[in-house]
């Protein structure tokens, strides 16, 4: 059974920090680009981060460059999104999702339920 599994979401005053996690199985997690996508309430899902099969490249969305890190523990078949300087319009459902090599939700191959993230101003 194909498994993403997000955790590290919460509540968090602008200017603060959080770190994402998604623990992956049942699928060759060394195959997949895997990243995150994220949604906020009356939009569509956004490709925020996303890293390569090798961990050679990265992608971030403009509005998160110098902010977020992406990173990946192969060896746990574990994605990390850390998310500093935070803003309020960062606030939404955070989505791990893999194949995010397109940033396009409708070619994403699996996906996790979501961790909700709110920035307070």
């Known amino acids: 059974e194909v498994q993403l599994v997000e955790s590290g979401g919460g509540l968090v005053q602008a200017g603060g920090s959080l770190r994402l996690s998604c623990a992956a199985s049942?699928?060759?997690?060394?195959?997949?680009?895997i990243g995150w996508f994220r949604q906020a309430p009356g939009k569509e899902h956004e490709g925020v981060s996303c890293?390569?099969?090798?961990?050679?490249?990265?992608y971030y969305a403009d509005s998160v460059k110098g902010r977020f890190t992406i990173s990946s523990d192969n060896a746990k078949n574990t994605v990390y999104l850390q998310m500093n300087s935070l803003k309020p319009e960062d606030t939404a459902v955070y989505f791990c999702a893999a194949d995010c090599r397109w940033r396009d939700w409708d070619k994403v191959d699996y996906w996790g339920q979501g961790t909700q993230v709110t920035v307070s101003s």
């Open positions: 890293i390569s099969s090798s961990n050679e490249r990265t």
């Open positions: 049942g699928f060759t997690f060394d195959d997949y680009a």
